[in-house]
């Protein structure tokens, strides 16, 4: 049994045909899902509530993306402390900062992160986070605003080499693997991948994007985690069994716990 512990289902692109795509995550053993509730930003918070309180298989998260920061207001953040309340809002996220799009002005996405992690704090709850082209800031903020909370986190679609693994490690971060794990050139990635500790790791697809090997360039779908828990598998010499089983230990002591 696997969890996917990063996919965005109320994307437009499964309109079409979510039904199949949670049928066809059952049959290849993807029996636990987390929508992540950030959608296309404020006002709109609970993408991933709706789909947690219609599909039993799913947990959520809510939170504010990076690439949404400008949108945020006293009112939606007041809203996400009350949903986070929501029996199967697993976490808050994904947060952080993107510097690769810059959606949104740098320093409202530090002070938009910084807030949402005082709110998570607030409710006990773990974080996800979402970091591109902004690693240093990031760390910086996770060490100022998130360690002392002794909290931990979920690293979505971590991309760093063991340089950084070790460094948000440190910090009492899970590391979660999804497609890009199982490219060919990745392997920095890989690399981090087998020394990671068993009980720190996670795998996650984060579809629509990013599919893993053989479906890359292909939109991806929870069934496809199964993917990348066999590139982790073969890279640790560990069977797939061992890494659904520790994966999924490790998302429910994190966050069911
Ligand atoms: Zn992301
Ligand atoms: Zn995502």
């Known amino acids: 049994m696997f969890v996917d512990s990063h996919c965005h289902l109320d994307s437009e692109q499964f309109d079409a045909d979510r039904e199949p795509v949670i049928e066809r995550a059952l049959a290849a053993g993807v029996t636990q899902m987390v929508a992540i509730g950030t959608g ?3 006002p709109d918070l609970e993408a991933g509530i709706r ?3 219609r599909y039993p298989q799913f947990y959520a998260t809510v939170g504010i ?4 920061a400008a949108k945020a207001n ?3 953040l007041k809203r996400l402390a009350e949903m986070l309340k929501h029996p199967k809002v697993v976490a808050l996220g994904e947060i952080g900062l993107d510097y690769h799009y810059d959606f949104s002005p740098r320093a409202v996405q530090h002070s938009i992160f910084i807030e949402q992690m005082r709110i998570a704090c607030d409710a006990r709850k773990p974080i996800v986070i979402h970091t591109r082209e902004a690693w240093t800031d990031t760390i910086a903020l996770l060490r100022e605003h998130w360690a002392p909370t002794g909290l931990g986190g979920i690293m979505h679609c971590f991309s760093g080499g063991p340089a950084e693994a070790e460094q948000v490690l440190e910090l009492g971060f899970h ?3 999804g497609g890009i794990v199982t490219f060919p050139k990745a392997l920095d990635i890989q690399q981090a991948a087998r020394i990671a500790p068993a009980d720190r790791m996670l795998i996650e697809t984060d579809a629509p994007y990013l599919a893993p090997v053989p479906r890359r360039g292909k939109r991806n779908e929870p069934a496809f985690v199964v993917e990348t828990a066999r590139r982790l598998a073969e890279l640790r010499g560990e069977t797939v069994d061992a890494i659904a089983q520790i ?3 490790n998302f429910r ?3 069911l716990g």
């Open 253 to 255: 002591r994190l966050c």
């Open 65 to 68: 993306h990076p690439h949404d």
């Open 40 to 42: 296309n930003g404020p």
């Open 51 to 53: 789909l947690a309180d």
């Open 175 to 177: 590391l979660s693997f």
């Open 247 to 249: 994966t999924s230990a």
């Open 74 to 76: 006293d009112d939606s």
